[in-house]
């Protein structure tokens, strides 16, 4: 065929790699998605040029890649010429499904990683709705084998990398990890700790002052009020006067809630769900939440981790994706 181009399409994963797939079709199509060219049963990486039907036959393309191990994506529209190759490089996330966690053992964990292991040396942890793990350290920390344990224990990794990149924006110094006392419990999308009471005048001046705190808006914070009371029976949870913030990063946005409550003695003290979101742009959230999640199981901590890969990419994670 006449006016054909070529197409250079590198495609890597989130940490920078050539992805590897070995089952991949990419469709080109036009503005009206009909598909113009396909090539099936792709290995990646790609071995060589893709020839796709050039200027002035065809304009405004675009290529959807369709694969085994990462997620669909596309290229967005591209014109090709025939007189020199198109060169596009993109990223591709993982499909979960098609990936496990390969854990960093506790005593080989970097220095970075002394803040969560002192705290978690401090805790009973339980994972919500799940196995009761006590002390989460050492060959407990090492040995953990069931799916929503495991998930769990994912989870709570990103929300540390996520807590300690991020410092807290008035003194701009201390991480929001610092705060942390005791991990109290833990899931696929979040944990439950004890704090220091420092955390929730920081997170109120936050909230009462937003226009002065780029990066962060307000959030609802009832709504979480439900699992938390059931999850924490011990403590006397005051629904009325929890508050919240959460990051506006349109991916991966971490949300602080803060509740405060009385433990089993009387006293008073402050407790902090964080949790991450694939979405932090409020609809997409929404439909997540109320049509996705119900079915899925919540936020997959594999998706969070692909975005904390993307916008952190030199801060460890205390695992891996293989």
């Not at 304009?59 to 369709?66: A, K, M, Q």
């Not at 009462?208 to 709504?223: H, I, M, Q, R, V």
Request: hydrophobic share 40%; aromatic share 10%; proline share 6%.
């Amino acid at each position: 065929m006449a006016n054909l181009g070529k197409l250079e399409l590198t495609i890597k994963n989130t940490v920078d790699q050539p992805a590897a797939d070995p089952k991949t079709r990419i469709e080109v199509q036009r503005t009206d998605n009909s598909v113009v060219r396909q090539f099936k049963n792709l290995n990646l990486p790609l071995p060589g040029v893709l020839e796709i039907p050039a200027f002035p036959h065809e304009s405004n393309l675009r290529c959807t890649v369709l694969s085994k191990r990462y997620r669909p994506f596309n290229t967005g529209f591209f014109t090709l010429s025939s007189a020199e190759p198109k060169r596009l490089e993109l990223h591709a996330l993982r499909n979960p499904k098609e990936w496990s966690a390969q854990f960093v053992a506790w005593k080989q964990l970097p220095e970075e990683f002394k803040p969560i292991q002192q705290v978690l040396d401090a805790s009973e942890v339980k994972v919500i709705k799940g196995e009761k793990l006590g002390k989460f350290t050492e060959d407990k920390y090492d040995t953990a084998k069931t799916e929503k344990t495991v998930l769990a224990k994912t989870a709570l990794l990103n929300l540390f990398a996520k807590l300690t990149v991020l410092p807290e924006p008035i003194g701009g110094r201390n991480p929001w990890f610092s705060f942390v006392d005791r991990v109290l419990a833990i899931d696929r999308e979040r944990f439950y700790a004890q704090v220091n009471v420092e955390m929730g005048e920081v997170v109120r001046h936050i909230k009462d002052n937003l226009p002065k705190f780029n990066g962060y808006e307000s959030a609802t914070a009832g709504n979480h009020f439900d699992k938390l009371q059931e999850t924490l029976p011990e403590f006397r949870i005051f629904k009325t006067k929890m508050f919240s913030v959460k990051t506006d990063d349109a991916n991966g946005n971490l949300q602080l809630t803060l509740a405060p409550a009385k433990d089993a003695g009387g006293n008073d003290v402050l407790l902090l769900d964080a949790d991450m979101d694939e979405n932090g742009k409020m609809l997409k959230h929404l439909i997540d939440v109320f049509f996705i999640h119900p079915f899925n199981g919540g936020t997959h901590p594999f998706d969070i981790h692909e975005y904390l890969a993307l916008a952190h990419r030199n801060h460890p994670r205390g695992y891996e994706l293989v």
